[in-house]
């Protein structure tokens, strides 16, 4: 089991920032693909950013690539996720998920935070 937890979000003006942490404990950390996930309202889960277990692959979605970014930090057991020039379409739920294949797909995650709220105002 691995447990995960979300911190970070909060409200910011379109073109601020903030970054997102997700601490996890339990069974070892640094086997895990890292991703993030987020879901905004009336809308399904999209895949946002995933990180590799050494941090040398990274992989992001479209819509934030050259906006966010992802890394980590085995030792502390912890993954950010820093977003910088924010829209008002960034607002969303953000969730952390911890899997053991590299992929944008949600199923392949089986471990799961319970997610951070991120507001962007125009």
């Known amino acids: 089991q691995v447990q995960l937890v979300e911190s970070g979000g909060g409200l910011v003006q379109a073109g601020g920032s903030l970054r997102l942490s997700c601490a996890a404990s339990?069974?070892?950390?640094?086997?895990?693909?890292m991703g993030w996930f987020r879901q905004a309202p009336g809308k399904e889960r999209e895949f946002v950013a995933a990180?590799?277990?050494?941090?040398?692959?990274?992989n992001y979605a479209q819509s934030v690539q050259g906006r966010f970014t992802i890394s980590r930090d085995n030792a502390k057991n912890t993954v950010y996720l820093q977003m910088n020039n924010l829209k008002p379409e960034d607002t969303a739920v953000y969730y952390c998920?911890?899997?053991?294949?590299?992929?944008?797909?949600?199923?392949?995650?089986?471990?799961w935070g319970q997610g951070t709220q991120v507001t962007v105002s125009s």
């Open positions: 339990g069974r070892t950390f640094t086997n895990n693909i």
């Open positions: 998920a911890a899997g053991s294949s590299w992929s944008t797909k949600i199923r392949e995650y089986d471990y």
């Open positions: 990180i590799s277990w050494s941090g040398s692959m990274k």
